[in-house]
């Protein structure tokens, strides 16, 4: 990918302080969750930090660059081994 | 990789046709990016006959992920699943059509999937096919109905039913043909390697073909359907064209 995101771990109860003008998501709808619904991903352009974090209304989980963050996602705690049970 | 693929080609009459151009691909980075119809998309519901051959280069090969899937009402149609570097299955109506194992995949490659479905084949394991890199029917476990059912539900490129098992990588030349490809069709599409104008083939049937950006100017929220009608026009958070194509 051409830009570079920085990416946060936010838990659920968060999600009303969540200004997507500040970030690459944009609705509920549209976002990852975990399998267990618990927590979600946002991504924002380096150098952007949202002021929703910067303020201190939504303290992330944990923070990542990409790499990171892809290595959560490939966990079972977010992507399931056999969907369907096939 | 900004190099770009040029061909002129030429018809059959020796008049030199519209040269075709292959600049760009569709990118995903494998958290929550995606991309879908905001329609449903019905082109092979209820069809014996359709196939689908596609480009596609995986970041990590690793991953679980889903290239590109069809789900809504009605449950699963379509999807084109990665487990990690030891299985690859493909969805289609109602169940899994085939499961290959024993490829050994790499990082950042680029390959072509063909996948063929002839639902008039008496026997069901003969129904549908599977080619990686234009070569040989795959290995497998695989079988399937007559004919496809009905689902109503949006084309989905990068995980399955919104933000779920997206890739982490790049599409790119997808077609959607109402048609069965042979073998030798899925050879002519993979060009050694390079993608061609597959409209140019005289391969019957092709229904869709999306670009990865050639015919959007590689910029833009919109991948237009350059012989049908489906265009893909809702991209997900940070899911772009990209300057990285088979070569």
């Known amino acids: ?86 | 990789m900004a190099l770009g693929t040029k061909l002129g080609i030429v018809a059959s009459s020796g008049v030199a046709a519209a040269s075709f151009e292959n600049d760009y691909s569709i990118a995903f980075d494998g958290t929550d990016d995606y991309a879908n119809g905001t329609a449903n998309f019905t082109t092979w519901n209820g069809l014996a006959n359709v196939s689908f051959n596609v480009w596609f280069k995986r970041d990590n090969v690793t991953r679980n992920e889903m290239l590109m899937s069809q789900y809504g009402t009605g449950g699963n149609n379509f999807y084109i699943y990665c487990v990690g570097n030891a299985r690859l299955d493909v969805y289609l109506g109602g169940g899994v059509r085939y499961r290959h194992t024993g490829t050994t995949f790499a990082n950042n490659t680029w390959y072509n999937l063909g996948f063929s479905y002839d639902g008039s084949q008496g026997t069901s394991a003969n129904r549908p096919s599977l080619y990686l890199n234009g070569g040989s029917r795959l290995a497998g476990t695989f079988g399937g109905p007559t004919a496809l059912g009905t689902y109503t539900s949006d084309f989905q490129m990068s995980g399955r039913d919104g933000a779920t098992l997206e890739m982490a990588g790049n599409l790119d030349e997808i077609s959607i043909w109402t048609s069965t490809l042979t073998e030798a069709n899925h050879n002519a599409i993979y060009n050694s390697g390079t993608p061609l104008d597959i409209s140019a083939l005289g391969i019957s049937g092709l229904a869709h073909w999306w670009r990865g950006g050639d015919n959007n100017g590689g910029t833009g929220t919109t991948m237009s359907d350059a012989v049908g009608s489906y265009s893909i026009n809702y991209f997900n958070d940070n899911t772009a064209f990209e300057a990285d194509v088979p070569t």
Not at chain 1, 7 to 24: K, R, V
Not at chain 1, 59 to 84: G, I, K, R, Y
């Open chain 1, 1 to 86: 990918m051409s830009r570079t995101l920085e990416y946060a771990i936010i838990n659920t109860p968060y999600l009303g302080e969540i200004d997507f003008s500040q970030i690459c998501e944009t609705s509920l709808n549209t976002l990852r969750y975990k399998l267990d619904d618990t927590q979600f991903i946002i991504k924002w352009d380096e150098g952007h930090l949202p002021t929703f974090i910067e303020d201190g209304s939504v303290t992330p989980f944990v923070t990542m660059n990409h790499e990171q963050a892809l290595e959560l996602m490939a966990t079972s705690a977010w992507t399931p081994t056999d969907p369907d049970g096939e």
